[in-house]
């Protein structure tokens, strides 16, 4: 299968991730219409055949990059990069599809020196929380370690940071 983005610029696959029914979810990054690299995601079903696809373009129609797809116990799909936000560079942004691609919710986060913040792991429990990891400008500080954990309804239960012994 070929995907051409609307723009008909530079797609990008990033990650791939397979449910526990043989579903294949890819998420990357495409060029929109009237935007820049948008987030991407499809899923084809076990035969390969396209079920849906579902964009994603940030508050600016700018850089939106994804990093990774996962699956939960439950269908679900969540996918997380960054995006470009006015007045905050990048910021992580995680959204959480059901099985029929209906967005569930999008979550943003943007760290407290209002830098950027560059998500690039993610993973779900069998509790079905989110967690997404990747570096954050801290006051201060220059990048430091992130991580992020969400419940199944998105809601931010904690938030943890870990800035190096020499500050760097």
């Known amino acids: 299968e070929v995907y051409n983005g609307p723009g ?3 797609d990008i696959a990033y990650s791939i991730n397979l449910d526990r ?3 294949v ?3 990357g990054e495409s060029k929109g219409v009237n935007s820049n690299s948008d987030y991407v995601l499809i899923k084809y079903n076990a035969q390969g055949d396209e079920q849906w696809l579902r964009r994603y373009n940030g508050d ?3 850089l939106d990059i994804p990093a990774r797809v996962v699956t939960d116990t439950a269908g679900n799909s969540i996918i997380t990069g960054h995006s470009w936000e006015a007045g905050s560079l990048f910021d992580f942004v995680t959204i959480k599809y059901n099985s029929k691609g209906d967005t569930l919710w999008i979550r943003k986060y943007n760290g407290t020196a209002n830098g950027n913040e560059l998500a690039n792991d993610l993973a779900a429990d069998i509790s079905g929380n989110i967690y997404v990891t990747g570096s954050t400008l801290g006051t201060g500080t220059i990048n430091d370690f992130i991580i992020i954990k969400y419940n199944s309804n998105g809601d931010e239960m904690w938030t943890h ?3 190096g ?3 760097g």
């Open 8 to 10: 008909s610029g530079n």
């Open 161 to 163: 940071t870990y800035n």
């Open 21 to 23: 029914l043989g579903n």
């Open 60 to 62: 600016n129609s700018s």
């Open 25 to 27: 979810f890819v998420a």
């Open 165 to 167: 012994p020499v500050n």
